[in-house]
């Protein structure tokens, strides 16, 4: 795998349920894409960024984490979240 290749990802709430839910938007398959594009533009973003590619399952398992503190009532800050995921992510 090429060391910079990255994973873009987006942390939403959905408008409807409320659910915090996260969109991994680079590994969408063609007949995924536009599912996940209409969820997560009619959600709410709360957090956005690229995962470096070599750290994607952990990232991955911390993300599912803060979801479920945050679907568990628990009010996180962007602030927050960045700090948590930042030995995960990468600027564009």
Do not use: P, Q, W
């Amino acid at each position: 795998m090429i060391d910079g290749k990255k994973v873009m990802f987006e942390i939403f709430r959905e408008r409807h349920d409320g659910d915090y839910r996260v969109v991994y938007y680079t590994e969408l398959g063609e007949h995924e894409k536009d599912c996940a594009l209409s969820e997560a533009m009619n959600g709410e973003t709360i957090f956005s960024g690229f995962l470096l590619y070599r750290e994607r399952e952990h990232a991955k398992a911390k993300i599912a984490e803060l979801l479920g503190r945050m679907n568990n009532g628990r009010d996180i800050s962007t602030g927050e979240i960045e700090h948590e995921l930042s030995e995960f992510t990468t600027s564009s």
